[in-house]
Structure formats: structure tokens, C-alpha cells
């Protein structure tokens, strides 16, 4: 319908005069000339916008794919590597007595548990604490050597833990949202907290994510500490607002439109998730609604506007809700539009809900929760935060943010259920090869084959402390709504069958905690013994001395060695050099074989926005080393790539960077640190054990 109509001159009074000389004619003939008066309507709202999602339901996808307290602070983020410094600073801008994060019900319907902020934010704020980043490498290369090696040794499916589900899936980004992209060959990057506990909406993001630093060597080096490649390197990530965000209102990750796509037949019954460029096509369309009716859509009758302002006579309100519903179920035949536009029932009871009258708001009426109900209804995300541990060669630690009491419940942990024989990583060629850093994370019992990895902010950090008497938490089953309980009777396998995560832990202070002190729990004596012989037994290997910390060469003011100068001095042999350029040049597959960043000045000047994505990287080699007149260094590169040269010329330096060669961080250690953290006997179902 919409494509039989023209726009000529003078088509947008026509519209206007005729919408209200045909609600003049309706009110007089008390007549609905719905067809005409909806036709004039709807084109006059989308003829300017070219909205016409009915012919195509292409989408697009765009920031982040997502494979998939709040006493803020308003600091720039630091792109360079970690130091304790911010840290603290995190602390001093977060200390209020009154919890300021919290974790409840997502107001989008069947998505479980959300975030909410209990304090408004303004935009362009750094949300709460940083998050650290787990990687993990070459999953599906690691399972298909499994059963490799299951097949070779004739074990059946009945003697052996088959694969189950991988609910990673459903949690992990894409490593170029996390500086994983040179770790491994393929790499699934893990984000507890506000990377795997926000929900995301279409149309309601108000986070949006930044890069995480590096911080490998910083702390410990392998040739010296046994500790070296037990804990991630990648941490420091933000999330910052992209909007303000008012008190009360759930926390919203941009997970991308193509997330929803693969996953909108499990999402919504119908089969179709609205998109973000649905919700934004449905609030123009909203827009002309209320500009031609006004915001008051509750009263029984209301005032038309017409193009001067006058008012016409009053219009009956079955009129206004008809109106709507033509629209939406007649004019619009794109099925995820459909959805994005708010029936007339839900815009008169979400209009004195919230503060914003988009079509997204609509959606979630109970997006924005009053502290009281936070307080009754969910669990306090804030109490701690990271720090350096005071534990020797624990890397960093979960610190208590105010004074708690015994007995209070210091964090809350939603688990993500996981296989214990997926942590099992195996050379091409059917040998050992350790296993996943994940497992280090993950909670577990010796006599299962289940293991937990909590998701929530900070709780990763919790170390455990030798010495009883510095033990101040503990962990329990929580006793939320959302914890299934009845999965407590199930087997293991039953469980690790279950497509969603269920199950949720918490962590309980067993004493007063002092703020500022850290919280230590009980690893178990497992973990205990398997860490002293690890201590014990360790010796560094004959390379060790021969590795350097990529980071320690990430300086601006380092200048970068060219090939000439690195035949007389060269780099260690881990570290390999990259360079940063526009997404439009780095993947094209037949890029020019010339680009000058002095071209492009406009576009690369901002750094962090040049390197959001690691992937925006390719190897490089430095040819020129040039010193402007200001006194900065700007460099000549060669990227080679499928056989085709191409040269970059003049270069800024922060757009080249040293990251390790795939494989040869500390994490692929073979003699580093690996064990689950144990759960207690006495809360460990027997159900979840081996049988026999």
C-alpha cells in the first residue's frame, strides 16, 4: 500500500489538511473512516524515513556481537596496562553505605536475572567496577580430539561423559571486543558481570563496552613464579553509560542484532525479535501519534492539533485506540515492526511509568524499579571490590567495599553450568596438553563431572587463604526464587542437558568484615594440596628468561624498532608487532596496496576508538621510523596478508602495538597452575556424583 503513494510539493500540508478535515468529517458523521484517515496517517509519519521494513526483513548489525556503585566515578578510562592506582581510586569513588547495584528480575519477560542501578548515572560515565576477561581457546578443536581419542580407545558413550551442551555459547563474546583476537586460533572470551549478567535489549542499550588492558608479567614473570599463567591477564574491562540512565532502571549490554536473530525462535514465541532498527522506525511513527493526538492517551476524549495549533473538536477515544491498532496490524507487515509498536493498552499503562515515551520503554513497562522493591526483591551486587591481593602470587583480590555483618550475604553468583571433561585440551597429534584457564574459575566436586563458573561482578576474585583463621565467607546455596531448586535432585547429566543457567550460589560473611578487608573462603583441601605440590614441584623452563611482557613495550614514547634496527637488536621471539588501522581498509580482502594514515588524519586521531576492536589489527613489519617536527615518531609498515603486500605510511605510533604470538602467553603454559576450586561435601548433592 504504502508503495502505490507519491510525494509531490506541498505533500506534507495536503496530509496535514486532510488527516483533520477527515477527523472533522468523522466526528460530525460519527463515521470511522479508518482506511483513509490511517493511509494519510502512516505515510505522513514514514514517507521522510523510508521506513518500509514490510517489503524486506533485512536487519542490520552493528557495535558489539556478543558470541554473544552506583556511586560512579567519571574518570577517563585507561587504555594502557593495569595499575593499582585506579583501582583504588575505584574504591574511594564507590564507598557509600547504601547499595547502590543490584541484582532481580529482569524486566524483560523470561530473561531471568538483570542488573539495576539503584542511583542515576549520567552519560558517559564508567559503570561501577571493572570486570576481568577469561579466555578460552579452541573449543570445538579440543572436542572433536576428544572423541578422537574416545573412539581410538573404544569408549562408549555409556562408559564415558558424552557432549552435552555447551552453554558458553550462549554467554561468550567475540574476541575482538576483548583483545583476544592474536591469543589462540580461535578464542571465546568469557566476561563475568556486566558481560554475562546484563541483559541486552534492542532497543534500550545503555552501557556500552570498552576495552580491557593487559596486564601479563606485570605482576609475576615464568621464569620465577610458580603462579605465572594461573589467573587471566586480561582484566580492567568497563562498561560506560551511553545515556543517562535515572535511579531504578535495569542495566542494559549491546549484544547485537544478529545475537537475537540466530536465537529468536527460543527468544519469542512468534519467532521474530524486534530490532533496533525496528524500535527505531516505531518511534517515529509514535512520534507523528502523539504529536497529532498528544501524550494523554488515557483521557476519554481529547483535542486533534491541527497544522496551526488550533484545536478541533474532540475526538472519541475508540477512534485514537482503533487508529493504532490498524496501523499496527494492517499497515505494518513487517512482523518484528509489529512488535516493536506498543498496543494502545500498553501506552496507556506504561505513559505514567516512565520518563521516555519511546516504543522500546513500551516494551518493559517495568524497567525502572523503586529502591524499595530492589531491596526486598533482590541481592546486593556492590559490597566488594578488586584490588591487589594480599596473598603471594594470588594476582588480585575481592576487597569489602562497606562493613558487613555476619551472616550478610556478601555477593550473590549465578552459575553457569559447565563439563568437566570440556577443560581437556589435546595436541593435533592426541597428546596431553593441559587444560582450560576457565577451570581455575569454576567450582566443582571431585566425585562429579559438573563444574560451576559463577558470573557476577567481582566475585571471580575471591581468593582463598591458607590460614583458617583470615577465612571470613563462605559459600552457599542462595535462597533467591530464581535458584531451581528442584535441580538439586537431578543428575548430573540432567543438568548439564539444561540449555539455561539455574542454579545460583552466594557468598556469606561468617564473621564482621571490616571495609576494605579482603574476603577469603575455603578452596578445600584438594585445592590446597594440589597448590603445594604445584609450588613445590615447579621449575621454570629453559626459555622462561627468554620472555618478555608484550606490555612493557606498549609505551607511546617507546619508539618501535625497525627491521634494520631489529638484525643488531632484536624482539623477543614471543612478541610479534601489529598495526591498528580503519575496519574499511583492515577486511578488505583486496585492499589497496598503498594507505596513508596522514590521508585519513580526521578518522585515526582518536586512539581508543582506532583500537576498540582488536581484529581493526593485522602483523606488521616497521620499515621507517620518521620524527616530526612536534617530535612525535610516525612509521612506515608492511602487512602482508593472503599473499598481497600492502605498505601504511605514516603511521602514528599509538597505532601500532605488541601483543604475544598465538599460543605463547603465559596462559598455554604446560606447567601452569590448573585446579577447581572445591565445593564443601556437606552441601554437595549426592545426585551430582558419579554413580557407584
Known sequence: MLNLIKPHRGWDLLISEGIHSLLLHAQKKRIRLFTFFSLFFLYNTLKATAVEAGKTEEYKSEGFSREKHINHCTQTSNSGGGNNDKETHDHQCVRNNKCQLYLAESSIPNSGLGMYTAKAIPSETALFFPDVVVQISDYEEHKDLRNVIR????????????????????????????????????????????????????????????????????????????????????????????????AGMELFVEYGDDWFVERESSIDSSGSTPLSED?????????????????????????????????????????????????????????????????????????????????????????????NWLVENGRCLDNIYPAESTVYQAGRGAFASRSLKKNEVIAPAPLMHIQKSDMLMFTTDLHDDGKQLLINYCYGHPDSDLLFFPYSPITNFINHHHDQGNINAKIQWSSLSNHETEWM????????????????????????????????????????????????????????????????????????????????????????????????????????????????????????????????????????????????????????????????????????????????????????????????????????????
Open 151 to 246: 573412539n581410538r580407545d573404544g569408549i562408549s558413550d555409556d562408559n564415558a561423559v558424552v557432549d552435552l551442551v555447551w552453554l558458553v555459547h550462549s554467554y561468550f563474546w567475540e574476541a575482538r571486543n576483548t583483545r583476544g583476537t592474536f591469543e589462540a586460533d580461535a578464542i571465546q572470551s568469557l566476561i563475568p558481570g556486566f558481560g554475562m549478567l546484563a541483559n541486552s535489549h534492542t532497543g534500550l542499550v545503555n552501557s556500552i563496552m570498552e576495552r580491557p588492558d593487559y596486564a601479563a608479567g606485570a605482576r609475576m614473570h615464568r621464569s620465577k613464579d610458580p603462579g605465572a599463567g594461573g589467573y587471566s591477564y586480561f582484566h580492567n574491562l568497563r562498561f560506560r553509560t551511553n545515556q543517562d540512565i535515572p
Open 489 to 692: 535432585n537431578d543428575s548430573a547429566e540432567t543438568i548439564l542437558n539444561q540449555g539455561r543457567a539455574g542454579l545460583i550460589m552466594e557468598f556469606v560473611a561468617t564473621r564482621d568484615v571490616e571495609e576494605g578487608e579482603e574476603i577469603f573462603i575455603d578452596y578445600g583441601k584438594r585445592w590446597q594440596h594440589a597448590w603445594d605440590k604445584h609450588v613445590t614441584e615447579w621449575k621454570a623452563s629453559e626459555k622462561a628468561s627468554s620472555y618478555m611482557s608484550p606490555e612493557w613495550l606498549n609505551d607511546d614514547n617507546t619508539p618501535v624498532r625497525t627491521e634494520r634496527e631489529q638484525i643488531n637488536k632484536p624482539y623477543f621471539e614471543n612478541v610479534q608487532i601489529v598495526c591498528y588501522g580503519l575496519p574499511d581498509f583492515m577486511s578488505e580482502e583486496d585492499r589497496p596496496n598503498e594507505y596513508d594514515y596522514e590521508d585519513n588524519a580526521d578518522d585515526v586521531k582518536d586512539a581508543t576508538k582506532l583500537k576498540r576492536y582488536s581484529e581493526d589489527a593485522l602483523p606488521c613489519r616497521i620499515l621507517e621510523r620518521d620524527i616530526l617536527s612536534d617530535g612525535n615518531n610516525v612509521y612506515t609498515a608492511e602487512l602482508r596478508t593472503g599473499g598481497e603486500i600492502a605498505v601504511l605510511y605514516n603511521i602514528p605510533r599509538y597505532a601500532i602495538e605488541f601483543v604475544d604470538h598465538s599460543y605463547m602467553s603465559d596462559q598455554y603454559l604446560l606447567d601452569a597452575f590448573r585446579h577447581e576450586i572445591g565445593i564443601p561435601d556437606d552441601i554437595f548433592p549426592d545426585s551430582w556424583k558419579h554413580s557407584g
Open 279 to 371: 524500535f527505531e522506525n516505531a518511534d517515529l511513527i509514535l512520534s507523528k501519534y502523539h504529536a497529532l493526538f498528544g501524550t494523554d492517551t488515557n483521557s476519554k476524549f481529547d483535542h486533534v492539533i491541527d497544522p496551526k495549533h488550533n484545536k478541533l473538536p474532540l475526538l472519541d477515544i475508540s477512534v485514537k485506540r482503533d487508529l493504532l491498532d490498524f496501523i499496527r496490524q494492517d499497515l505494518v507487515t513487517s512482523k518484528r515492526l509489529q512488535l516493536a509498536l506498543p498496543s494502545y493498552d500498553d501506552l496507556i499503562f506504561t505513559q505514567n511509568k516512565t520518563i521516555s515515551m519511546s516504543a522500546a520503554m513500551h516494551s518493559v513497562p517495568n524497567v525502572t524499579r523503586t529502591t
